[in-house]
């Protein structure tokens, strides 16, 4: 039978097996593992959208300080934009929920939502997630989640102002929009933890006959440490979120100490709180969910890597070691974010340590990276080309957190924006590449066809050339110490003076950056229905995901798939061909 | 379409899905607890003075309580036990017991945070009246929770006897687990907050 029979006849086979499902059950309260992740990648993709917009907004205003926004600004209202000059007070609120979205409504579910539940059953050879009810809930607390932090633009007083990190007594005191941000974060909250028992359990139960640990695709293990991240690391951030809560709306003084002046007068509450418990609690979580935010993008690059260097990965083992490595030092190196609160010596010691330790294992995997393009026949297709755009970004990234992890460099940089060019630098150009270099190779099996590769590449080269010319500005406006929290973006400063012209630079680059997303949305939609048609394995990759029928039907394999060796055999010597599956016997 | 190992055992992880997922859901409880306990510690000792925890809370009441929920307990691992020998009455009776050892429970703090409201003893009081209203009230959120989920499996979830015992057993089981959890967490929430 040729190739395309063989691709009609298990098409055939899905058809029949398909149970008949109505229109409601079948798409939106769906239980099957690939809708949820589509539900999850699309609604991610959307939120991705909307928090950028939020970004160009303030870029208008940290470029253009005062400046009447030309047309867009008065459409947004006398409380925001008064004849179109934003105040002060919607600017703190596009940045809070800038970062509050970026982070928990766009990447995570992306990257964690999208990619893990579309991928991961796949990659391990499930016909779907262990529990696919407890998957629904998820994804729809995640909805509900994502819809609280919408309607808190549109209560009295506006959303969160209080930046992403909630710091109180600020947030105690700030208006009703950080009440609901707080019941919003809840939602997302359980929706993480809902979705990390799913995939711990399904990685460790589901798995296809012969694929032990150790012939785990890479992205499988980036998944399954993530999920032990948010499985762990949340539930302290839900406990502060409802203390927070309780100062809000019971009147505790959790995070209150005692005498604290608010325009000149003392709060009357009954005091002896600890502000810095909040901070500690916070970076509890919200430093392995940095990491949440790397693994995945991580996985998808060696999947995308082995796969088109037509080679393995160099030192399978010792990345899966540093994975792990990486995962379980997350949750002992929160405090150096917090090396500026007087905490003591010994324990900012303690965690510069604690810093530089974890540093080791993300060199390892950029490493052994960086080494498996080595001596390969490298094909330069979009999803090459942004794995590749990651390494040097997410290199960039890491290399200046290093001064950030240090206490006495610490100091003279620490809430400038050489932070907020070092962490994009991780996230932007980095996790999202990555995430983008996912839907470009994942695209095919969602949709049985292939998306535009000249459109990809100009949307690769546009957004690397963009991401630089926005993040690359802000080290130098940071090492000329630029605060990052200023709504002006430093013009209240004679010291900033003769820097401040990068602002404007680093905004037309956002803006731009903007004008190189059209030809992927485009590209996106337009291969759903338009896109080359495409085999099951249009990448000659080894994974099993590839074995399944592009679109896989409910139920996944047409052929229950079984693991023979382990994820990256490529170019075996003496083999026919040169890629070797995992699923071939 | 069948999700493998729900109701058999997988060979190699000698597991089914559902053990796995109950214990890693207990794994995330004892964090947020944890969280709780660890900021409870932070308050009490940056705080210029702490009361009591008797000089404010009843400890007769608590006591009382405490029994309860350990005979609750107790009960729970009756009803998964007379699933494992097939008798689905005796069941029915202990399951209904446990059921109503969580509403004594949940009734006496209903007097307790009564008591405390008519002594106009509020969160906002001071700390550790913040504490105690925060841990005791999350405690029996998770209370409630866990008599709702055994109020289903006497009720209607115990129509899967007749077809599946075995996964039945087993979901009682989990629950079991859980609701062992929620009772622990309250044997040291009582030292923590009424005795120290």
């Known amino acids: 039978m ?11 086979v899905a058809h029949e097996a398909h149970e008949t499902i109505g229109f409601w059950r079948k798409y939106v309260f769906s239980t099957d593992h690939k809708v949820i992740g589509i539900q999850y990648a699309i609604t991610g993709l959307l939120f991705l959208l909307f928090g950028f917009s939020l970004m160009m907004l303030m870029r208008w205003q940290l470029a253009y300080p005062e400046t009447a926004l030309p047309l867009l600004g008065r459409l947004l209202g006398d409380t ?22 970026m982070v928990f409504l766009g990447v995570v579910p992306l990257a964690v939502g999208g990619f893990g539940n579309f991928v991961v059953p796949l990659q391990i050879g499930a016909p779907d997630m262990a529990f696919p009810k407890l998957n629904m809930l998820s994804y729809w607390s995640f909805y509900l989640g994502g819809v609280v932090m919408l309607a808190s633009f549109f209560v009295p007083g506006g959303a969160a102002q209080s930046g992403w990190t909630s710091y109180v007594p600020l947030a105690i005191i700030a208006s009703s929009g950080q009440t609901w941000w707080l019941i919003g974060m809840i939602f997302l909250i359980t929706s993480s933890l809902l979705g990390a028992i799913n ?3 399904t990685i460790i139960q589901i798995r296809a006959k012969g694929l032990s640990f150790m012939r785990f695709p890479f992205f499988v293990w980036a998944q399954l440490v993530t999920a032990f991240l948010l499985l762990l690391a949340f539930p302290p951030l839900e406990a502060a979120a409802v203390m927070q809560l309780m100062d809000r709306v019971a009147g505790t003084s959790f995070f ?59 030192g399978y083992r010792s990345m899966v070691y540093s994975l792990v490595f990486l995962g379980f030092m997350s949750f002992i190196v929160w405090a150096h974010h917090m090396f500026m609160t007087g905490m003591g010596t010994a324990m900012a010691a303690f965690f510069q340590t604690t810093t530089m330790i974890i540093s080791i294992p993300s060199v390892v995997i950029l490493t052994a990276l960086v080494i498996s393009l080595w001596g390969g026949s490298i094909r330069f297709n979009t999803p090459m080309l942004f794995a590749l755009g990651f390494l040097p970004m997410f290199g960039i990234g890491g290399l200046t957190g290093l001064p950030l992890g240090l206490n006495i460099t610490d100091i003279p940089l620490h809430d400038t924006y050489y932070v907020i060019g070092h962490f994009h630098y991780v996230v932007a150009p980095g996790t999202i590449f990555a995430l983008f270099a996912g839907v470009y190779y994942w695209f095919p099996k969602a949709t049985g066809r292939r998306m535009n590769e000249t459109l990809g590449k100009i949307h690769f080269i546009g957004s690397f050339i963009c991401m630089n010319v926005v993040f690359m500005p802000m080290f130098i406006l940071g090492m000329a110490g630029v605060s990052r929290r200023l709504f002006d973006g430093g013009a209240a400063y004679a010291f900033a003076g003769p820097y401040l012209h990068w602002n404007v630079v680093s905004s037309w680059g956002a803006w731009i950056l903007a004008l190189f ?11 759903i229905w338009k896109g080359e048609r495409v085999g099951d394995n249009p990448w000659e990759a080894t994974t099993i995901e590839w074995s399944a029928p592009s679109p896989p039907p409910h139920g996944n394999f047409a052929v229950i798939p079984e693991a023979h060796r382990g994820p990256y055999e490529y170019s075996v010597p003496g083999a026919k061909k040169d890629f070797t599956p995992q699923f071939e016997a | 379409m069948e999700i493998p190992y729900t109701v058999e055992v997988r060979r190699d992880t000698g597991l089914t899905n559902g053990k796995i997922g109950i214990w890693l859901f207990l794994a995330s409880e004892v964090m947020l607890f944890g969280a709780l ?63 109503l050892l969580g509403l004594v429970f949940l009734i006496v703090k209903y007097f307790e945070y009564g008591a405390k409201f ?32 055994n109020a289903y499996f006497w009720g209607p979830g115990s129509k899967l006897w007749k077809t599946n ?32």
Request: charged share 10%; proline share 6%.
């Open chain 1, 80 to 101: 925001r934009m008064p004849g179109g000059t934003m105040l002060p007070e919607f600017y703190n609120e596009l940045g809070a929920m800038h970062g509050t979205i």
């Open chain 1, 517 to 527: 997303q059209i030809p992927f949305i485009f590209n996106f939609f337009w291969s």
């Open chain 1, 2 to 12: 040729s190739e395309q029979a063989t691709v009609a006849h298990k098409r055939h």
């Open chain 1, 256 to 314: 209150l100490p005692t005498g604290l002046m608010i325009s000149g007068q003392t709060l009357q509450v009954a005091g002896s709180g600890n502000p810095l418990l909040w901070q500690h609690l916070f970076w509890f979580l919200a430093h392995p969910e940095v990491y949440v935010l790397i693994l995945p993008a991580m996985g998808i690059v060696a999947e995308i890597i082995a796969n088109n260097t037509r080679k393995p990965l160099w």
């Open chain 2, 118 to 149: 008519e002594h106009n003893l509020y969160p906002s009081t001071n700390n550790f009246l913040a504490i105690y209203f925060t841990l005791t009230g999350l405690h029996m959120l998770h209370v409630f929770g866990g008599m709702v989920v």
């Open chain 2, 37 to 99: 306990f660890a900021s409870y510690i932070l308050i009490r000792t940056g705080a210029p003075s702490w009361p009591r925890g008797d000089t404010i809370l009843n400890v007769p009441l608590a006591t009382f309580n405490t029994i309860v929920l350990i005979a609750s307990s107790v009960t729970m691992v009756m009803a998964w036990a007379s699933l494992m020998r097939n008798r689905f009455g005796t069941f029915r009776i202990y399951m209904g017991a446990t059921i």
């Open chain 1, 199 to 201: 995939f711990i359990t």
């Open chain 2, 165 to 196: 015992p075995t996964w039945f057993t087993q979901r009682v089981e989990h629950s079991g687990l859980f609701w062992h959890f929620v009772d622990l967490v309250w044997i040291f929430l009582f030292p923590t907050l009424y005795l120290l």
